[in-house]
């Protein structure tokens, strides 16, 4: 395949080179291990061709804080089950408060929300609080390994009691109150929680929102919970029977402690969905997201400690974790809670100027947003300072780029990013050190052995595959929580590719070393950076008495708008009118996400189903977005091939007008 060389939109100075943190990674490598590289793609090389060699440094470089020595960097190469940096005993949180000890009042964290104004934490307050945060959760009886969860929106509170959290060794995790109920109670049951951190309400496009009725419920239908702290936000004067006060968890004078952990300890618990069951609870180590941490943000994204780092996110996304990642390099993170277009799309811009922002980031869909909305972020605030803006969530495409370069400024560094919530960590992304192409990430991060497979498992280079990872990564999951044996585990990312792993989207390696992801080769439907598994929507649709099966698809590619239609089989007799399609967008809303409330309900006679009884998700997505059926789906492997003839139908009279 050949493809034509896209547009240059920027070239970084000699100044801005040899100022980044990967210029000088590179030079320490010459100094300290004799290693001299051409350009960042042989550098690269080697680093997933000398996978150990590679992290071994990448420790001594970042003088990683231990408290015993690893015995050997990775027992074996192979997928999944390799142990990482065995003997080492650490924090993850220990990292970050080594920046600014001469300097106790300079801001940790800078705040705003639709409820409180401009606010700063410093760094001396944030240890204050830690300590005193993990002194009350002690006192409740939480250690190492216990399970302490969160239904807290993106303020500064919630980096206090993760880190206390974690500083301790209890095991985080955390949903956004904005999340449904029944989503909340599917993610939090599985891990058996011992504390639950709550709030009674958020402000959202400037309506309050009172969540006391799905606290008590989320503590009624979570038995192990001992103790609820609750957080007053919307309401001062909030409060709930049997709990601990925020307040009390702050009046401890204690001093900050980080218990000493095994490399491989769990840290926190997020949430991937897949495609049928349950969310998948999947487990990250202190020490994987630490390094992969200050690889991508450190190195990638250039962060360091004079920086100002906003990445607009919710409690519920992994971006909530890497935002929150830019304290272990001793920047001030900047952090906004509340509706991004509420009272218009100047307001993360405003914050952006008020908390001197010097890397900004967010969903791509926002950009587009703005674009289409016709704003000029410089006419809301003084943005001078900014020196990279960071995208991710969904592609973002040409006319994306050019954009943030147009209206931020021509020397600012386009920095989308693509990973996942499966390895908190992001597999290609930017560079400070070369030039960025339209549409195009500048490269696959350091010991990350990013390739793209066609079907028969075999490297494609300048075209379309899975996107699949050939060696170990220090942050791929620990497991699945109650995963016994580890089948959910090997069959979300192994049983494609034998011993390698697949994430799930398309991807193309450029010949520039950079790369292109066209979205998702599976049926995970990721809207505005929220992931949802189908089996999640269809279980509260099938729950409505009128509805007797359903399928989703999302119809997401590179450069156009996703539209995502539900189609639905209703009992006999029942029409779909404007009752029960309202009725079916509030159930989506109410339950699960306001992003995944489809753009249009179609009554349908059948879904359609394979052999095995699976519903056909894949297939039909690709038929809508233009695949000729003879490459889609074959009706001998189907349970009910008639049922194609809708579809066929359909995507013949509406599909040229749904994908471009």
Request: aromatic residues 12%.
């Amino acid at each position: 395949m050949t493809t034509q060389t896209p547009e240059c939109l920027w070239q970084p100075t000699q100044a801005r080179i040899e100022n980044s943190r990967m210029h000088d990674f590179m030079q320490w490598l010459k100094q300290h291990r004799g290693l001299e590289f051409r350009d960042y793609n042989a550098l690269w090389q080697w680093s997933v061709d000398q996978l150990e060699d590679f992290w071994a440094a990448f420790w001594d470089y970042f003088d990683i804080r231990h408290s015993s020595p690893y015995l050997r960097v990775l027992d074996g190469d192979r997928m999944p089950g390799a142990t990482w940096f065995e003997g080492a005993r650490l924090n993850m949180i220990e990292q970050g408060f080594r920046f600014h000890d001469d300097e106790p009042d300079r801001p940790a964290i800078i705040s705003r929300s639709e409820i409180r104004p401009l606010q700063e934490l410093s760094w001396g307050d944030l240890k204050t609080q830690v300590a005193s945060f993990a002194h009350g959760l002690r006192q409740m009886g939480v250690g190492p390994g216990d399970r302490v969860v969160a239904y807290l929106p993106n303020i500064p509170e919630t980096v206090v009691a993760f880190y206390a959290c974690a500083s301790i060794g209890a095991i985080w995790s955390s949903c956004s109150p904005d999340m449904g109920t029944r989503s909340v109670i599917d993610r939090f049951r599985q891990i058996d929680p011992k504390v639950m951190i709550v709030v009674d309400g958020y402000r959202y496009g400037g309506k309050d929102f009172n969540r006391m009725d799905v606290v008590r419920q989320l503590r009624s239908e979570l038995p192990t919970i001992e103790q609820v702290v609750l957080l007053p936000y919307l309401d001062s004067g909030a409060s709930l029977d049997d709990s601990v006060a925020w307040s009390d968890m702050l009046a401890h004078d204690q001093p900050m402690t980080f218990e000493q952990l095994p490399f491989d300890h769990p840290l926190w618990v997020v949430y991937s969905s897949g495609t049928t069951g349950m969310p998948k609870p999947i487990v990250h180590s202190h020490g994987g997201a630490l390094l992969e941490g200050l690889q991508g943000q450190g190195l990638h994204m250039d962060l360091q400690p004079d920086d100002r780092y906003l990445w607009f996110t919710t409690t519920g996304w992994i971006m909530w974790n890497a935002q929150i990642g830019g304290l272990l390099l001793g920047s001030t993170i900047c952090i906004y809670d509340g509706n991004p277009g509420y009272p218009d799309l100047g307001t993360l811009w405003r914050f952006a100027g008020e908390a001197g922002v010097t890397f900004f980031g967010a969903g791509a869909a926002y950009f587009l947003n703005c674009k289409k909305a016709g704003i000029h972020p410089r006419e809301y605030a003084d943005l001078s300072v900014i020196h990279s803006v960071g995208s991710t969530g969904s592609p973002l495409p040409d006319e994306g780029y050019k954009w943030i370069m147009n209206e931020i400024g021509e020397d600012v560094l386009v920095a989308p990013i693509s990973g996942g919530t499966d390895v908190a960590a992001f597999y290609v992304g930017c560079n400070p050190i070369m030039p960025v192409y339209a549409g195009e990430m500048q490269c696959r991060t350091l010991g990350t052995a990013v390739y793209a497979f066609d079907e028969e498992g075999k490297v494609v280079n300048d075209e379309v595959g899975e996107l699949v990872v050939t060696r170990p990564m220090p942050s791929m999951p620990l497991y699945f929580w109650g995963d016994e044996g580890g089948h959910r585990y090997h069959d979300s990312y192994f049983d494609t590719y034998p011993g390698i792993w697949r994430h799930g989207d398309w991807i193309r390696i450029t010949p520039r070393g950079g790369a292109v992801i066209y979205g998702r080769s599976d049926t995970t439907i990721n809207r505005q950076g929220v992931r949802m598994g189908t089996g999640e929507i269809y279980r509260v649709v099938e729950e409505i008495p009128e509805v007797l099966d359903s399928l989703i698809v999302d119809l997401e590619y590179l450069g156009r708008e996703s539209w995502m239609p539900l189609f639905v089989v209703l009992r006999e007799g029942v029409e779909l009118d404007d009752s029960l399609t309202g009725r079916i967008r509030a159930a989506i809303r109410d339950n699960l996400s306001a992003r995944h409330v489809p753009n249009e309900i179609i009554p349908v006679a059948a879904i359609p189903y394979t052999l095995t009884g699976k519903k056909m998700e894949l297939p039909i997505r690709k038929l809508l977005l233009g695949k000729p059926l003879a490459q889609v789906a074959s009706p001998d492997a189907m349970a009910n091939p008639e049922s194609l003839d809708f579809y066929i139908r359909f995507a013949e009279e509406r599909g040229t007008a749904l994908v471009e």
